[in-house]
């Protein structure tokens, strides 16, 4: 009765882990979002799936775990890392509501109960805002907040408060979801709650499909950010009061020049 739930990264099989590839690889079924189904066909092919849309990650951990509990290993696959805005939180949330019994991958010997177990482990993948800050430069070299947007699950209330707090306390801001055909307006806000604490001219980076194809970068000022074409595939990076634009290239000093000479 296990549950490997797996982070593929951006997509490119590539970018993921030996451990990733090696449980894919071995499990008898595995379960996920169309689209990043669609990224590792080739390493699933004559494997059980589980392929569900956009708003059914319930149904599609339910599944997984039910799939788990019957004896089949299952991977539950996750785009970036799993436990970063991705499905992780829920098998847990899910499994504690229903109480079952969880224990890791490797402490199966250890087991001192008649009662059934799901064993879990969860296999780290490359973050959307890892992929996006190594094709944009540094920028997260020194302290950083990651928010989302979307207020889907989040209320905009709380996703104010976060962004001002941010912005306040000088953190690099990354920023998830920022612009969906639904949601059109929400960058402009964040774009003010901002501005309130940070000046015009900081530098950002927006980086669209990192590491995966169509991927684009490019780089602007906190002042013209509301302009830019961005997508849900889109993160931002905000710089802080230290950040600097070097060519084509955004960092954030950690700090070095002020304790050696560099």
């Known amino acids: 009765m296990t549950l490997f739930i797996i982070g593929t990264g951006p997509g490119d099989i590539a970018h993921m882990s030996g451990r990733a590839i090696e449980v894919i690889r071995a499990v008898e079924c595995v379960a996920g979002y169309t689209t990043y189904m669609d990224m590792i066909a080739d390493i699933i092919q004559d494997k059980e799936i589980i ?6 990650e319930v149904e599609r951990v339910e599944k997984a775990i039910e799939k788990a509990l019957s004896g089949k290993s299952c991977a539950l696959v996750s785009g970036g890392d799993p436990g970063i805005y991705a499905m992780a939180g829920l098998v847990f949330e899910i499994c504690k509501n229903r109480g079952i019994k969880l224990a890791r991958v490797g402490n199966e010997k250890h087991q001192t109960t008649d009662e059934p177990l799901l064993f879990i482990e969860i296999v780290p993948g490359i973050p959307a805002l890892a992929a996006g800050a190594a094709l944009a430069g540094a920028p997260l070299t020194h302290d950083f907040a990651a928010i989302s947007l979307s207020d889907l699950l989040t209320s905009w209330k709380t996703i104010e408060k976060r962004l001002t707090c941010a912005a306040m306390a000088d ?19 964040a774009q003010e709650l ?16 990192a590491m995966r194809q169509n991927q684009h970068i490019s780089f602007t000022t906190l002042a013209l950010l509301e302009s830019e074409n961005v997508t849900m595939q889109t993160v931002i990076f905000i ?20 304790k050696y000479e560099i």
Do not use: E
């Open 194 to 209: 901002i501005l309130v604490h940070r000046d015009g001219t900081t530098p950002v980076a927006v980086v669209t499909n």
């Open 171 to 189: 953190f690099v801001i990354v920023i998830y979801n920022p612009k969906s055909k639904k949601r059109d307006w929400q960058l402009r806000r």
């Open 239 to 258: 710089g802080s009061s230290t950040s600097v634009q070097y060519l084509d290239f955004l960092f954030t000093p950690r700090g070095y020049s002020q």
């Open 51 to 56: 392929s569900t849309g956009m708003m059914k």
